[in-house]
């Protein structure tokens, strides 16, 4: 089932900031992130509000739970607001929201901007400064509020001070000379020179009496340390069989099935398996992947999946979304634009 993800209005309005909203999310509300696509020409938006064929994820360390406890939210700024407006009322966005480092729960929707959504440049009080791109969701300015002025403080009179005359310092007393040393014999330092020489000379000649040769070590072969060998990657002829999906991490798994290149066909009995077993995520990673790469039979059974015409019941696609059917849809134009049968049901479920 996708994600409804909506973009509200702030109460009271401000520009260039908004309210995302997401509905139908089975994961948790801490350390997510997202990524958001656009249909026109697949590009994804970047940390620095620019576009590229590079997924770029917005890291969200924690979500909050909406009035209704049904859905997320999270405040958004300019960094989001203004590129997605600059697409204007027709452009279409996909955005995947996933657990930090893309190896836990994920799912994707549609982005749905509301209607009164204005870009920070409809704000004339002030210019907001460029942003940089940091790999985190940056936080909104809240508005300037003009500050009270602050009565000026009436100046204290400077106290008089009045001149200290100095106390003359008392003279040291004279330190007394210290004694003399007592003048050591002259005959007691060579006398204990001589005696640590012979005591020296007596231990080297009784260790050297009394020494063994050492027992000589056998020369056999070393031991040989046997390196464990590492775990066999799957081959290309096993990549996208049940076992592999059922052992590997789901992100691993997609990246060895796609590098295989299987057919259309191939491809779409991969996916029936997946979702037969209940493999959700690499059924919808499957179907994305090779939709956005310009596959137009995947991505019109993908499509279908959505549709209400078309759409058939299951645990990966439980309900229609008209939305995200219409979404590809206009991925399939995109890429032909003049395949009657997309744009037909693109006219009929577009918003």
């Given amino acids: 089932m996708p994600i409804r993800v909506d973009l509200f209005k702030l109460q009271p309005h401000i520009a ?22 656009r249909n026109q020409d697949g590009h994804f938006l970047q940390g620095d509000q620019h576009w590229s064929n590079s997924p770029y994820w917005f890291k969200v360390a924690h979500f909050s739970v909406g009035a209704s406890e049904e859905d997320l939210e999270t405040v958004v700024g300019p960094q989001l607001i203004d590129p997605v407006l600059e697409g204007g009322a027709n452009a279409q966005f996909m955005i995947e929201l996933r657990e930090q480092g893309g190896g836990g729960y994920s799912d994707r929707g549609v982005l749905k901007p509301a209607v009164g959504l204005q870009p920070s440049s409809a704000n004339t009080e002030e210019k907001l400064p460029e942003h940089k791109d940091t790999g985190e969701l940056a936080a909104p300015r809240a508005p300037a509020v003009p500050a009270e002025p602050v009565p000026a403080a009436e100046p204290e009179p400077e106290p008089v001070v009045e001149p200290v005359t100095p106390e003359p310092e008392p003279e040291p007393a004279p330190v007394p000379p210290a004694p003399a040393a007592p003048r050591k014999k002259a005959w007691v330092l060579p006398l204990i020179i001589a005696l640590v020489v012979l005591a020296a000379i007596a231990v080297g000649a009784w ?117 995200t059917a219409a979404y590809w849809y206009e991925t399939i134009l995109s890429q032909d634009p003049d395949n009657a049968d997309a744009k037909a049901r693109f006219e009929e479920l577009k918003p």
Wanted: proline letters at 9%.
């Fill in 16 to 37: 260039g900031q908004g309210c995302l909203s997401v509905k139908k999310w089975q994961g948790g509300h801490e350390c997510l992130e997202f990524s958001i696509q």
């Fill in 207 to 323: 260790w050297w009496l009394n020494k063994t040769p050492a027992a000589e070590a056998p020369t056999g072969d070393k031991p040989v340390v046997q390196t464990p060998e590492p775990a066999p990657v799957p081959p290309g002829a096993e990549a996208c069989t049940l076992d592999s999906m059922s052992t590997l991490p789901e992100l691993t798994f997609v990246q060895t099935c796609i590098k295989k290149a299987p057919g259309s066909a191939e491809l779409l009995e991969i996916i029936n398996v997946a979702k037969a077993n209940n493999h959700c995520g690499v059924a919808q990673r499957l179907y994305a992947n090779r939709a956005q790469a310009g596959d137009l039979q995947i991505a019109t059974a993908y499509a279908h999946e959505y549709d209400p015409k078309f759409h058939q019941a299951s645990t990966c696609f439980a309900e229609p979304d008209k939305a």
